[in-house]
């Protein structure tokens, strides 16, 4: 049996800490992984045998993970939306659907959604071995292109506990396209915030871009145990929500506006676009990130390595006065639910 025998699967609790059926599978590559985390604990009470088993214990018990996967058109945006908070998603029109997310309103309970992760791995006697993890809470979602790459994403979670007592789902894979680089643009200047049946638009494409990365982090509560009688931790409680991410492109006259920018202290939207080329009812499989206030965070950097000039931008993404929200991740799917 080899690695790839391995599964992955999700569901969304109804009520945080009880396990469902994990009936959506997501496909990942080779750095993804959950641990079991026991706190367990040793006495510093003196007696005659100090190394007597009666002197372990443990108080309580948590577990945490990561999910590297590749960005695809279909079968992510539950995900997504637990990821990052709000999500909805809109008929446009014959089989195209448009799915929007943004990151907790002000004032909205401070709670992601909760899921049920199962894990199962093939072992060399070809069993399986299945932990499930209910209570899962993502702590980050973190988009990665690299120069003639594809887009991938890896999520960190948080969760309360691990069973080994729940039976593997039987989830089938399903088919979706993938983002790529050759479907990459990257725009900036004055935002056009999306509708539910229009995608956000930006002012100027940037012609030189090489790479991006794009992060959500979710300030999550961890240390939350609860005197229950559980030994677990209460529901992750979300106390804030910061975007930040990276632009490298060609060190040329738009580049230099950007800089300018960061030298004059000034925000610009930001967009960066996906597009698979694949036709659906409606136009084609899209991922759109869009940003009406980033600012620079540090200096632009060019590189001095002799090599051909490119420049770095870090940057992160503020709610801006007449901004519905900080980010706005918007898809065009086929699917019709998130």
Request: net charge negative; glycine share 8%.
């Amino acid at each position: 049996m080899t690695y790839r025998d391995a599964q992955l699967t999700v569901g969304v609790e109804s009520a945080f800490g009880t396990p469902v059926t994990t009936g959506r599978r997501v496909l990942y590559t080779g750095n993804s992984g959950f641990d079991f985390q026991p706190n367990d604990a040793e006495s510093e009470e003196l007696t005659f045998d100090v190394d007597a088993s009666s002197q372990l214990y443990r108080p309580v018990v948590s577990a945490a993970g990561s999910i590297d996967l590749r960005t695809k058109a279909k079968g992510l945006g539950f995900l997504h939306k637990a990821g990052i908070g709000t999500g909805v998603s809109t008929l446009v029109s014959a089989s195209t659907y448009q799915q929007n997310f943004t990151p907790l309103a002000t004032g909205a309970a401070p709670f992601l959604d909760p899921l049920t992760v199962q894990w199962v791995q093939k072992l060399v006697d070809n069993t399986d071995d299945v932990n499930t993890f209910p209570g899962c809470t993502i702590k980050s979602i973190e988009w990665k292109i690299d120069n003639a790459g594809d887009l991938n994403e890896t999520i960190e979670v948080e969760a309360r506990t691990m069973s080994t007592a729940i039976a593997k789902s039987a989830v089938a894979v399903s088919a979706a396209n993938p983002f790529t680089f050759a479907g990459f643009t990257a725009y900036t200047g004055a935002l056009t915030e999306p509708t539910t049946v229009l995608m956000p638009t930006c002012a100027t494409q940037l012609t030189a871009v090489k790479s991006m990365s794009l992060k959500i982090e979710n300030d999550i509560v961890t240390d939350d145990y609860r005197g229950d009688g559980t030994g677990l931790k209460g529901q992750h409680a979300v106390q804030g929500q910061v975007v930040t991410g990276q632009l490298v492109m060609d060190y040329n006259a738009q580049a230099q506006t950007l800089r300018n920018a960061w030298i004059a202290n000034t925000a610009t939207g930001v967009l960066c676009k996906f597009d698979t080329g694949v036709a659906l009812g409606t136009g084609t499989d899209q991922l759109v990130f869009a940003m009406a206030d980033v600012r620079c965070t540090g200096q632009p950097t060019p590189n001095r390595d002799g090599k051909f000039p490119t420049i770095t931008f870090p940057f992160k993404a503020y709610l801006g006065a007449s901004s519905a929200a900080k980010l706005f991740v918007c898809a065009r799917t086929a699917d019709a639910a998130l």
